[in-house]
């Protein structure tokens, strides 16, 4: 287990995880001048899977398991922990991360898809515990503190982005549902006292199912229940997709299948199953024997009908649905990859912000932009999106230059709401009654429900609660800035939140501050408007809400998301430091690969590391610490002045540049400091090194670009030609040793 001068650094995937073998050993070099040890652990989807699975592997092919691991750390008052973006894997991510394996020679068995036997539902049931939002529930032990850096904000005004023009007559909207979802079937309690639930399923001919049990629910617990009416859900769906070839505009689903584990795969196979439904209709019984499914989006579909004997024909249904539908948004035009293709690829909190950003229009089939209908199923959050594009289609897109910022207050802590959802969801069997029961029999409440509907229970505890309501006074106060709690009183979840809020509020000093609670539509209305008067304001949100909100609001408001400050305070202590989002991962993995050319901004890492190193110094008096994190700082500063992020195409830096002038920079700064004489004498011949050798060492890390690359593996990259690509200069390597 990690001591008090440790810090570990999660090695997660894709374009993340490249550009650590890059950056770590700058960080680990300079943090053993304080004293201070890097560790790292693997909490990689495909360390994750081998993790499950120690009976089938050789001794040497074993991993630990590093998520259980730093569970148990995250409730230590000593957890100082970096969080770099992870895949939260789909199943055809995590099918595809599989067959790497295997292909590598690790014993790992196929996901069943449908299992039936004792094996492979355990071999299932381990698969569950990998896929979708396996890592956040486990290391978010405390509630989210997220905002843009000042530097970031600042460099953002100076060096405004690009945003697309909005249209007055834009036909941009959003479709979402109004009866029948979860946000209109939900039902809440607050927990009187300590209990132990069961879920349960009455069919209409009396037989029960036991769906969940031995739930444990603490006092004052906010548990709820809802469900989504497949009936309803494939009527609206029907509707919309007439509605959008009726319009002339694109059609584009939007949702979270990857968080979302099990609810959204369901919806979104709904999705592609009522776009082709003459393919479902005619070869649904052959598709199924084949073990293949909508939920896994039209990529796999299409690429089941190289090997199926009715295959062409079932290709030949696809051609004409897709012809005779509305234009699909695209996810790659070039590649004909469309918004159905792969559920991971239109995640709702990416893929929305992008399109507001870019003027309320998408890609279409024909390789142009175009105005589009963005169908959200549930009403949960839709409104937030809608009220965005009300705001931009009445005043014009936002200007960087000028706006204020939206940080984010988010309640995560204890896996709560929606996403601690997952073993809680099922889509039901046949029509009856899901109902939640104590201990003592007393049904809590209940749905009445038909085969196909997806039911989900959700619990929030009340002590993050409390912490929640305490951290968004505290950030108000810090920052003299308005908070604004996005709870709606017509939901029934928010409805108890609320009522909690008012009870914990007055333990808190609050005169002079602006506290409002707004339903999340109206909070979204509010927020822009002062925005655009160049103002900030806090929303604090629920862990649904927390997501979206850090997306939408920084990639408006400075490009990305991945340039954020994330500080998670853990409840026992400690402190998590997440590093920004990850959507964009993918798509640079593949360039590296093809030009040796890496995109990836790691500047949400550089933010991170200052405020665990603070963190650390303030937790274990550690003032070497503080003033690494003080100079990292200074640094960052200048390499925003000097504008070393990487570029977008070949003949400019890449990650590994950026990370080299970081280090120039930062090395500098601590040898200019006057607080540690030892560091600066320990720091002036680095910097004096790297000065020296700059141009020898920017010619050497550009030599490599322009060629392909090989690392040995997507999801488990060969260690060795990982860093052999990632460390390419010599000269630069050299110097860093001698540190």
């Not at 499914?293 to 579909?301: H, I, K, Q, V, W």
């Not at 006057?674 to 050798?693: C, E, M, R, V, Y």
Request: charged share 20%.
């Amino acid at each position: 287990m990690a001591g008090q001068s440790t810090i570990i650094y999660t090695h997660t995937d894709e374009a993340p995880l490249l550009a650590t073998y890059s950056f770590l050993p700058i960080v680990q070099a300079f943090a053993r001048q304080a004293g201070v040890a890097v560790e790292t652990r693997d909490i990689s989807v495909a360390a994750r899977i081998l993790a499950q699975f120690p009976e089938r592997l050789t001794p040497e092919q074993r991993v630990p398991d590093a998520l259980t691991e730093l569970g148990r750390l995250a409730e230590e008052p000593t957890a100082n922990i970096i969080k770099l973006p992870n895949v939260s894997a789909s199943v055809p991510q995590l099918k595809a991360a599989v067959a790497e394996l295997q292909a590598q020679g690790f014993d790992v068995p196929d996901y069943p898809e449908a299992p039936s036997s004792d094996e492979e539902k355990d071999v299932r049931a381990r698969y569950d515990r990998v896929k979708g939002s396996a890592v956040n529930p486990v290391l978010r032990q405390g509630n989210s503190d997220r905002r843009a850096p000042a530097s970031v904000k600042a460099y953002a005004k100076a060096h405004p982005h690009r945003m697309g023009a909005w249209s007055p007559t834009s036909q941009t909207t959003v479709a979402t549902m109004t009866a029948g979802d979860f946000f209109h079937n939900e039902k809440s309690v607050v927990m009187p006292a300590d209990d132990t639930l069961t879920i349960r399923l009455v069919a209409e001919d009396g037989s029960v199912t036991v769906l969940r049990t031995g739930l444990k629910v603490l006092a004052g617990e906010v548990v709820d229940g809802t469900f989504l009416s497949v009936r309803a859900l494939r009527a609206f769906l029907t509707e919309q997709i007439a509605r959008a070839k009726a319009d002339g505009v694109l059609f584009s689903a939007h949702l979270k299948a990857t968080m979302m584990k099990v609810s959204d795969p369901i919806i979104f196979g709904h999705v592609v199953q009522a776009f082709l439904p003459e393919v479902f209709e005619q070869f649904g019984d052959s598709l199924r024997a084949a073990g293949v499914s909508a939920n896994d989006g039209l990529g796999a579909l299409l690429a089941a009908t190289q090997t199926l004997p009715d295959g062409e024909a079932i290709r030949a249904a696809v051609e004409r649905g897709l012809a005779q539908g509305p234009a699909l948004a695209m996810v790659n035009s070039d590649k004909g990859i469309t918004n159905l293709h792969v559920p991971s690829d239109v995640i709702i909190d990416a893929s929305m912000p992008a399109m507001i950003r870019g003027g309320g229009k998408m890609w279409g089939p024909d390789g142009a932009e175009h105005d589009t209908l963005a169908v959200i199923p549930d009403s949960s959050y839709a409104g937030v999106y809608q009220a965005a594009i009300d705001d931009c289609r009445e005043h014009g897109a936002l200007d960087p230059a000028t706006i204020g910022t939206v940080p984010n207050v988010g309640l995560m802590a204890k896996a709560a709401e929606e996403y601690g959802s997952h073993d809680k969801t099922f889509e039901i069997p046949v029509a009856g009654t899901v109902e939640v029961v104590t201990a003592a029999g007393e049904v809590l409440f209940s749905h009445d429900v038909e085969a196909g509907d997806i039911w989900r229970a959700c619990q929030t505890k009340d002590a993050p609660v409390r912490d929640w309501v305490g951290l968004a006074v505290r950030r108000a106060r810090l920052s003299n800035t308005p908070a604004v709690f996005w709870l709606d009183a017509q939901r029934a979840h928010d409805a108890n939140l609320i009522e909690k809020l008012e009870k914990y509020l007055p333990d808190h000093d609050t005169d002079g501050l602006e506290i409002h609670v707004m339903a999340p539509a109206e909070a979204t209305a509010y927020s822009f408007a002062r925005m655009r008067a160049g103002l900030d304001t806090i929303s604090v949100t629920g862990n649904v809400l927390r997501d979206y909100n850090t997306d939408l609001f920084p990639i408006l408001e400075v490009g990305t998301s991945a340039k954020m400050l994330s500080i998670v305070p853990l409840m026992k202590g400690g402190g998590l430091f997440e590093t920004g989002a990850g959507g964009s991962a993918p798509k640079h993995v593949q360039q590296l690969v093809a030009e040796d050319y890496l995109r990836w901004d790691s500047l949400g890492e550089f933010f991170a590391l200052a405020a665990s190193l603070e963190h650390l110094a303030q937790t274990t008096s550690n003032t070497r610490a503080q003033v690494l994190a003080d100079t990292l700082d200074r640094a960052t500063g200048t390499f925003l002045d000097e504008d070393r992020s990487p570029g977008r195409k070949l003949g400019t830096i890449d990650n590994r540049g950026s990370h080299f002038y970081l280090a120039l920079y930062w090395s500098r700064e601590l040898a200019a400091q006057t607080d540690d004489a030892g560091l600066a004498a320990a720091f002036t011949p680095l910097a004096a090194a790297l000065a020296a050798n700059e141009e020898a060492i920017v010619a050497e890390l550009l030599s490599v670009q322009g060629k392909p690359a090989d690392i040995g593996g997507y999801y488990r990259p060969d260690d060795a030609l990982t860093t052999a690509v990632m460390r390419p200069s010599t000269t630069f390597n050299t110097v860093l040793a001698t540190l």
